[in-house]
């Protein structure tokens, strides 16, 4: 399976952003997807975790109530939805495929990465 993320860039604090993580060359319906940052000089942080069906998600506790994870299984597609944006949510963002049945919250769960996409918040 092949990730690619988009939609990251420049962004002033309190303000929103979506990202968007595109899928191929794999049966998309069949993988839960997460994403997960990592800030510069930091650890690779859980961000937000959708089951295949769409049916159960799970956010991490920076974001939890500023995020929303949602996918299109018949576009491939994931998306990460954020607002109140803060300084502290700078990071590359990563979009990554679990082929685990059970939540997955650790990177060491998830079986394929995107190259990531940069988001930087300006106070």
């Known amino acids: 399976v092949q990730l690619v993320e988009s939609g990251g860039g420049l962004v002033q604090a309190g303000g929103s952003l979506r990202l968007t993580c595109a899928a191929s060359?794999?049966?998309?319906?069949?993988?839960?997807m997460g994403w997960f940052r990592q800030a510069p000089g930091k650890e690779r942080e859980f961000v937000a975790h959708?089951?295949?069906?769409?049916?159960?998600?799970y956010y991490g506790d920076s974001v939890k109530g500023r995020a929303t994870i949602s996918r299109d299984n018949a576009r491939n597609t994931v998306y990460l939805e954020m607002n109140s944006l803060k300084p502290e949510d700078t990071a590359v963002y990563y979009c990554?495929?679990?082929?685990?049945?059970?939540?997955?919250?650790?990177?060491?769960?998830?079986?394929?990465w995107g190259q990531g996409t940069p988001v930087t918040v300006s106070s």
């Open positions: 959708i089951r295949m069906s769409s049916d159960s998600t």
């Open positions: 060359g794999g049966s998309f319906s069949r993988y839960n």
């Open positions: 990554a495929a679990s082929r685990s049945l059970f939540i997955a919250i650790s990177h060491s769960q998830y079986d394929y």
